[in-house]
């Protein structure tokens, strides 16, 4: 961990708040990986079959594309602190509901709380570009979002060591625990009111620039491609092919986790210094092996580099993240968040819902085709995607 804290740069690249907001994304995510890599054998648990298992995936992330562009009007309307802590805190029940679920069915209400809780990705994507120096936005933003992977490096550790004693379904009060923290972190977190920019910008915002259409044909693309095989089929391919146990499924997650929490930090840095469209294509480039080699090896140890390469995967759509939020300075500061967010997740439903009917008819076919799709965005990103110079805030 100290060597992570040392790649941030924690004293000379992000202030205060961004450093609150870190550790309280940490803490959440570490309450979602203590469930998070066995959730897909807990609904088989609860009868669901891998179609099933898929529609339950869709169904939340629709919940979540749903959210993304009144989110982002709300984050030109009020405070984005305000945003920020609603967001958590309807979170915190949904362990609950997860708890006494008697059936695959019964997590759905929960599910669609915990997606709509995502409203304030746009409020969190402009409270960091707000406070981050131009100069360096994508590696303000791959640090402050790699708190995600990293949360989830040493959480399917701890809920794996928690199976040893309890079944699934007890790890969500670990979690419910966690999610409340990390809320309360949150509290001394500055207020960041919406300016005149922001409060008069248009409901909806569509890309203007060849770049612009660019990333969002990529951030769809890379949804589309990541969730056909993970989160959902990923640990029942680890259970139905290599018969692993439910506490090793979870430590190729923590391997998964921390592959993206190196590929976020290092990707970052690497952006802001190199054009980041070849960047982005080489991190694919790796990503694409990681996938296909996971089926072509068959120990668990050998699986656990490929799957540390695949956890890479989310890594490039936080630098895309950042060349928006550079084209966007000086108008309103949810800009296009709304619009590309929508897209992203309904891009998540579409890999999802036909990552479920390539696993009952193959269980290879997801990472096959994964595989194959990020290769395909590594040529996009690769020829498309150019550095964006940084723009002057605007003071209104």
Known sequence: MMRWMSLLS???SLPRDLRLLFFSLFLWTFGLGVFNYVWSLYLAQLSASPEQVGLVYS????????????????ANKYDNKILLIIG????IPVPILFYFSNTWSDVIPGLII???SAFNLPAMNAFIGQLSDARKMSSAFGAVYSAFPLGLVLSPLAGGLLLSWFSIRDLFWVSLALWTISTVILLPLKRQPPSVVDTKAPLLE??????ELTILVYLVGAAVALSITSPSFLPLFFQDQLHLSAVQIQLLGSVQAMGGGLFAILLGRWASRRNPGST?????????????????VSSPLLVAPM???LGGARAPSYVSYSLLQKMRQGKSRAGQWGFYLTFEQLGFVVGAFIGGVLY?????????????????????????IRKVPPAVKSTE
């Open 206 to 211: 569509l890309p203007r620039s060849r770049q």
């Open 360 to 384: 009952t008819n193959n269980h290879a076919s997801v990472l096959i085709i994964t595989s194959a799709l990020f290769i395909i965005l590594a040529l996009l990103a690769g020829l498309r």
């Open 10 to 12: 924690w004293r000379g």
């Open 114 to 116: 915990l997606q709509l």
């Open 280 to 296: 982005i294509a080489s991190t694919l480039l790796l990503v694409a092996g990681g996938s296909l080699g996971i089926v072509l």
């Open 59 to 74: 169904i939340g992330y629709v919940a979540a594309a749903v959210s993304m562009i009144p989110g982002a009007i709300l």
């Open 307 to 309: 799957v540390f390469l």
């Open 88 to 91: 958590w805190i309807m979170s």
